[in-house]
């Protein structure tokens, strides 16, 4: 019975000790380091350790990558290539390899400019219904037939839907034939095939399916960087959506033009504030649009724009920004682009693009004066810290507007459409 009560106490003892263990600064600097590290050629980043467990790190290459071993890991990168860092718990126990990729730095020249957007949608959205009056009673062909709002046509009798003057003709060409309309429809959740049988209208003397349908969209944001080489761009740094379903929308075709900013309605706790502008010409910045990711819309600039700056500045990796002051680009009056100071308040490790990779906070009384904080319409201006271009505003905290998310340009950049522009 002693026995027993001894061995129950010793396990106890123990497992509490894994508990601890597992729970302690050590391990957690253990588990938390990187699988892999992505640094651009001269430039370093820190990662965090444990000042408990002294660690030695060579490089496996010819080639060296400088490290300093301390409560933090510095790692500098002389040359670009790829590096194998092998480490040693305690100098002498090997622990793993962790794979570095150290890459040419990229250069972008920020942006800062607002712009309006206009897109052909690829596809046609189902904006709502119209019923048709026909033979003396009400029909409404494409609500019985499934349709639902917010639905994508993507194509009509195997065609690409490519206007809603091209899906009218076939419409009025089924009809005269008496046969059924066949679309190839998207939805939120799936992708299936709609029958809809064309009535006469009475009132309109033509065929008609009973759907009011948009081929294009339109928006306003802000231009955040683009490619001095190339002149490939992006925007917005979130995806453009359509009105209805605010899913986003393909592009077929688009144009980006610059914008004058005439006045801002200032944000106010719960009531988001807002830049008025009007489309300006394309004298200061045009372009086409090719593509809307979840960054925002990627596409090519004809020049430079004439405003705004002109230096390029390297870009930063997510591992490079950090907490501490930094400041914004954007338009408030006219369409020349002006720096206002924030504060970087939090940062996300993310092994994906996503919207919200920081939290920023205004700090700038001539902006706060202004707008009250963030306001729509400041979507996709640039974020500068200590001479990088390093993420694009992406959203307000609507309830607290001196707060903004921001996301990463590093991923901005990645975008396969700005890396490949048509």
Known sequence: MKRGRISRALGIVLASGVVALGTSAPARALFNFPAHLEIPQGQGVRVSWSRFVPVAVASGNSRPVMVANASQIDVETPSSGHYLLHFRLFGWLPWRGVPVDVPKPAYVVP????????????????NGFSPVRTQGRVVDPAQEAGLERGDVIASVDAQPAKSVAFLEQRVNQDGIRHQPVRLRVAGARSERVRTVMPVWSERLHHWQIGVTLQDRTSGVGTLTFYNPKT??????????????????????AGRAMGADIVGVVPAADNHPGQKVGVLAGPANVSGSVDANGTLGIVGRLDHQPLWGPHRALPL??????????????????????ERYHIEILKTAAQSQPDTKGLLFRVTDPGLLHKTGGV????????????????????HVLISRPALGFGCYAYWMERQSAYQHPS
């Open 111 to 126: 942006g800062g400019e607002s712009v309006g957007v206009l897109v052909h949608t690829r596809g046609l959205i189902v």
């Open 231 to 252: 002149l490939a761009f992006t925007a917005l740094g979130h995806s453009m959506t359509d009105g209805l379903t605010r899913r986003p929308v393909g592009v077929q």
């Open 375 to 394: 306001v729509q319409g400041m979507s996709g201006s640039p974020i500068i810290q200590n001479g990088r271009v390093v993420g694009a505003v992406t």
């Open 316 to 337: 930063a990796l997510p591992d490079q920004v950090h907490p501490g002051p930094a400041t914004i680009i954007t338009v408030l009056r006219g369409q020349i682009p």
